[in-house]
């Protein structure tokens, strides 16, 4: 397929698998289509005024019910070892954790490293273990025909070896709410070199780019705060220009009156420090009036909520 | 064939004047034809109304980003497009319209062997539909999960999702007694003489049909209720964070609505088995075959769910039984097909809108099964699945088999339905935009899934923008097919040229009645001593 990039091994073998059933199948089609157009010209009423009864043949039909299944069987087969091959990593893959949430991609390394952009080396294999924190996704990378549901409370896994540099789509295949076209993020292949540059030097070193994209990247010297809250998914909820999304903005919420459901009714609030905290560390206690009770849980480090609540008070 | 040709002074169903008239003389009445027309005027209204929200959608995916609706609203629609077509239209389908009008009558009956129960199952109907309409207008916005309602997203999301999930049960009793109906009328009130294997290839389709709807639909009705229960109390059968397994409800949602897709393609099946004869003046080629066919499909259609859930981590041994398992129920459709095209041999082919028609049907259900086919080999799944593949897929066999075989159908016994005969030009010029942009509109969705289009999406990334165009403009294409189709019908019975009892030359019991038939179907009971496709007599007459 030319207008889908090829770009893992597994890739070249379902595509492979694809063109034979293809081919196949479009015997199959055009055998049916002819003989029926040739059948309607040859035998209508004018040509052919009286019809002949014939109501079997034996021999024909065992025929085609025989040949079918063993084609199907013989599809089955094919269909099946190519995927058992992409369900048994080899041993010296490198295990990358992906997790899914409203609305965002992240992927943990061995070495506690974590990004919103997955980045893999060329030539070698590379094991995700899928899971999901809210509901269910669907992570897919079209360019290496590999697909793995997230679900919630279960590790899905699947291994790839990419085949070519470059950066390619990752895109969510599970319906999950209102921003599920843009649960997008890539993968980027890369040389073992670059890779190993950032894998294993200091925090804050420079993700490693392919070839093909070395446009600076997008997030690149913004504050802190949103470095920790991207990955966590918080910015597809939450904006920082005072536009409400899912949920209310940032801008402008620290030191704010608002009214908030709770377990026992509705309740005014001012919103402090503490009741920041109270809203990200457990999200249901108090909902804001107005809102769905949508935000998820997020685990979130001591420190960093600090950070994250001080970045909101400043945003004013 | 031992009947003679009615003719007889007795009003027909649609005149008949009983307890009530007017309006009421249909909503209150409990005549198998007359239930069949209710079905089929509310059917085809839904139908309309998911039509619309489709064309909408395809206009929405003519800009990449900057859309004319919001990404909520657009979720909104393809959920309701989605229950819509298929819990108020291909579901009930060829059983609901054809299986009540044709059936009692090509059994040689009077009625279905509970009249009042059919009405009742058609107010089932009615109710589930307008539950579904209310779901739209009322709480915090109509559902947005899409039509499989997949936990935990439909737990969790603030949409009226208690309230649709409602309607879909209460629209599976619907289906549960019109099976329970069906099948007794094929055990109870076949004509003295019809045997089973003197019985046409419909009533076998409709009897494996409804065996399906009697026992799948249950599952679907206790999946439901455990979401609103799980919506209502938070009881964790579904929602990992309580406990629950949201695969556990995949595996329920699809063990009812795998089998539904059998429940409807079957009855279609069926009817291009009785168009097919009628057409080429021969018998079946391989009767037997076929009717086993739809038993096998039936028994083996309920075994293979789990093939929806091949990304969902099952256990790789799950998933190659499952995929084995698909491939085997692949057969049986096969050997229809060959039967099919081996009937059209030495007919004398008489070339009529229904039998174009159901020659589009085996073209596009070939292209609908196929493409099945690739999906139930694992390694090509794992890359197709939630793709607008699957969409591309499920619509050739949805619409390009099951629409393709209503149309067949209604044009088939539409001058016995309405005793009237529509223009033959007016059905091949709607034919015409309607294949034509039926493909455009759908095989450019089967490529978009091999190029990785996710299904359900509101934006696309700009690779995928120029397929996007052309799958719209199919659609526009077909729009305007289906309106001319549906509207010179309409013109048609009121004033289509009157229809004699058997325009076709057909050999069935429905062509001995009078057209329209007379109320009470047969002033006699015909007594069977034949099979079903007996054309040696008429023959070259
Ligand atoms: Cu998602």
């Known amino acids: 397929m030319n207008f889908l990039p090829k770009a893992s091994t597994f890739a070249t073998q379902a595509d492979k698998l694809f063109l034979q059933i293809f081919v196949l199948s479009l015997v199959f089609l055009v055998f049916i289509t002819a003989l029926m157009i040739y059948f309607v010209i040859k035998y209508s009423k004018k040509r052919h005024p009286k019809a002949e009864q014939i109501e079997g043949h034996t021999l024909l039909e065992i025929t085609w019910t025989v040949v079918p299944l063993l084609l199907f069987v013989a599809i089955f087969y094919y269909g099946w070892t190519s995927y058992d091959y992409a369900r048994r990593a080899p041993r010296d893959a490198m295990v990358v954790k992906v997790t899914g949430r409203q609305w965002t991609w992240s992927f943990k390394y061995p070495n506690g490293k974590q990004t919103d952009k997955l980045y893999a080396v060329l030539d070698r294999p590379m094991k995700l273990d899928v899971n999901s924190v809210d509901i269910l996704h669907g992570f897919y990378i079209p360019a290496f025909r590999l697909k793995a549901d997230a679900v919630p409370g279960r590790t899905n896994t699947i291994w790839f070896q990419p085949t070519r540099l470059g950066t390619y789509d990752i895109q969510c295949t599970v319906i999950c709410g209102v921003n599920h076209s843009s649960m997008l993020s890539h993968v980027e292949v890369v040389r073992e070199k670059e890779f190993k540059a950032w894998y294993f030097g200091p925090e804050g070193a420079p993700e490693p780019t392919a070839v093909a994209a070395l446009a600076p990247p997008e997030h690149a010297g913004e504050p802190e705060a949103l470095a920790l809250m991207r990955p966590r998914g918080c910015l597809g909820c939450h904006s920082i220009d005072g536009k409400p999304m899912v949920g209310p903005t940032f801008r402008g919420l620290y030191g704010k009156q608002e009214e908030v459901v709770t377990k026992t009714g509705l309740a005014r609030v001012t919103m402090d420090d503490e009741r920041l905290r109270l809203a990200i560390l457990e999200p249901s206690r108090e909902v804001v009036r107005g809102y769905p009770e949508q935000m998820p849980v997020v685990p979130i480090g001591d420190d960093e909520l600090n950070r994250v609540v001080a970045y909101i008070k400043e945003l004013k | ?541």
């Open chain 2, 1 to 541: 064939m031992s009947t003679q040709q009615h003719t007889t002074a007795e009003p027909n169903y649609l005149e008949y004047d009983g307890k009530h008239n007017g309006l009421l003389g249909w909503l209150l009445s409990t005549d198998h034809k007359r239930v069949a027309i209710l079905y089929l005027v509310s059917m085809v209204t839904f139908f309309f109304a998911g039509v619309s929200a489709g064309f909408v959608m395809r206009l929405v995916q003519l800009t990449p980003f900057h859309k004319m609706i919001t990404a909520q609203t657009y979720n909104a629609l393809f959920t309701f497009h989605g229950v819509v077509m298929i819990f108020l239209f291909v579901i009930p389908g060829l059983n609901a319209v054809f299986g009540n009008f044709v059936l009692p009558i090509i059994l040689g009956a009077k009625d279905v062997q509970f009249p009042r129960l059919n009405l009742a199952s058609w107010y089932f109907f009615i109710g589930g539909a307008l539950i579904a309409v209310i779901a739209l207008f009322t709480g915090n916005g109509p559902p947005d999960t899409g039509w499989s309602f997949y936990a935990p997203f439909s737990l969790k999301t603030g949409t009226n999702v208690t309230l649709g999930v409602f309607a879909a049960f209460i629209l599976g009793f619907s289906s549960m007694l019109t099976g329970i109906n069906f099948v007794t009328t094929i055990h109870r009130l076949r004509a003295p003489g019809m045997t089973f294997f003197k019985m046409p290839l419909f009533p076998w389709a409709v009897y494996a049909t409804s065996w399906m709807q009697i026992l799948a639909t249950p599952v679907l009705a206790v999946t439901l209720l455990l979401v609103i229960l799980e919506r209502l109390f938070g009881i964790g059968i579904f929602d990992p964070a309580k406990g629950g397994d949201p695969v556990l409800y995949q595996h329920m949602f699809w063990i009812y609505s795998h089998p539904a897709v059998y429940i409807m393609i079957l009855p279609a099946m069926g009817a291009i088995s009785e168009i097919l004869p009628t057409f080429a003046q021969r018998t079946i080629f391989g009767y037997k075959a076929i009717a086993f066919s739809s038993i096998a499909i039936a028994g083996f259609g309920s075994l293979v769910w789990a093939h929806h859930m091949f990304t969902s981590g099952m256990s790789d041994f799950g998933n190659m039984i499952f995929s084995l398992l698909t491939m085997v129920v692949a057969v049986p459709s096969a050997i229809k097909v060959f039967n099919w095209v081996a009937t059209l041999y030495k007919g004398s082919i008489n070339f009529q809108p229904p039998l174009l028609y159901a020659l589009s049907f085996i073209f596009l259900f070939c292209i609908g099964g196929m493409t099945g086919v690739w999906q139930g080999a694992l390694a090509l799944d794992i890359h197709l699945h939630d793709t607008y593949f699957i969409v591309g897929h499920f619509h050739y066999v949805m619409f390009g088999g099951t629409g393709f075989a209503f149309f067949a159908a209604l044009v088939y016994w539409f001058p016995k339905m309405f005793g009237r005969m529509y223009s033959n030009t007016a059905m091949y010029v709607a034919w015409f935009p309607m294949f034509i942009g039926f493909n455009m509109l759908y095989f450019t969705m089967l490529i978009l899934g091999m190029q990785g289009m996710p299904r359900r999406y509101y934006a696309h990334l700009p690779q995928y923008h120029l397929a996007h165009v052309v799958a719209t403009v199919g659609s526009w294409i077909m729009i305007s097919g289906l309106l001319i189709f549906f509207g010179s019908l309409l013109h048609a019975v009121f004033r289509g040229k009157k229809a004699g009892s058997n325009p076709w030359h057909a050999v069935t019991l429905e062509w001995s009645v009078p057209s329209p038939p007379p109320v009470e179907n047969f002033d006699e009971v015909p007594t069977v001593t034949h099979e079903p496709y007996h054309f040696a007599k008429e023959a070259g007459s």
